[in-house]
């Protein structure tokens, strides 16, 4: 076990709707990155905050945003949803704001589009 | 574009031989090189990283071997056991500076541990 929750653990929904993802990180955590693990695209990163501040940006669709809280959660919103969004959507969260800190990932949410 | 290349897809090792993992990277910013291993419905784990000022990194059964100049770095698995069975990912990072990015990920190798 990581330290890292995820929930949703599974998602269904249909083309054109709205989701939300959330992440908890590890305890002292101040990093959380999002990542989409798909059959065609593997492992791609999303999109990186820390300490509530958006760090950098990876291939996110615009469609897509996150935001971290005061308390350090964060949560992936996903709209307008498309069939090729369905994928496994991994939160991880590291010590420091350099990704030289290790990650640690959460169990994902698998999100199905229909 | 891909910038991390992993191979092979797939991996059939008898237990106790050595499993390898190759990747070969594109950017010459990357400065960070972990290894992730993820089990069916679980997310990856950091097994072993090195950063390109070492050659190679020993933990255990797990080594990285890391060539700059060829900017390639492998994976061996030492005394391959049934519970290695796994996907492994190679990563990258460093490319844009203080490494804020997010890791790079090859596209996965899957490992099967013939007991």
């Known amino acids: 076990d990581s330290g890292v929750t995820q929930t949703p653990k599974h998602l269904i929904t249909a083309t054109g709707q709205r989701v939300t993802l959330r992440c908890s990180p590890r305890?002292?955590?101040?990093?959380v990155y999002w990542y989409q693990q798909s059959l065609d695209q593997g492992l791609q990163f999303l999109i990186h905050?820390?300490?509530?501040?958006?760090?950098a940006k990876g291939n996110i669709l615009e469609r897509f945003s996150a935001q971290q809280f005061p308390d350090l959660h964060s949560e992936l919103n996903l709209s307008s949803l498309e069939l090729g969004d369905s994928a496994l959507y991994f939160c991880?969260?590291?010590?420091?704001?350099?990704?030289?800190?290790?990650?640690?990932f959460g169990p994902g949410t698998r999100l199905t589009v229909l | 574009q891909q910038q991390v290349k992993q191979s092979p897809q797939s991996l059939i090792v008898q237990k106790g031989g050595i499993s390898i993992i190759n990747c070969a990277y594109e950017?010459?910013?990357?400065?960070?090189f972990p290894w992730y291993q993820q089990f069916p419905g679980k997310g990856p784990a950091l097994l072993i990283a090195?950063?390109?000022?070492?050659s190679e990194k020993k933990e255990g059964r797990f080594t990285i071997s890391f060539n700059k100049s060829a900017k390639q770095f492998s994976l061996h698995i030492m005394d391959s056991q049934p519970g290695d069975s796994a996907t492994y990912f190679c990563?990258?990072?460093?490319?844009?500076?203080?490494?804020?990015?997010?890791?790079?990920f090859g596209k996965g190798t899957h490992l099967i541990i013939q007991p």
């Open positions: 090195i950063r390109p000022d070492v």
């Open positions: 991880a969260s590291s010590l420091g704001g350099s990704s030289y800190n290790e990650q640690f």
């Open positions: 950017n010459t910013a990357f400065d960070y």
């Open positions: 905050y820390y300490n509530g501040e958006e760090r």
């Open positions: 990563a990258a990072n460093g490319a844009k500076g203080g490494g804020a990015d997010g890791l790079t």
């Open positions: 305890s002292g955590d101040l990093s």
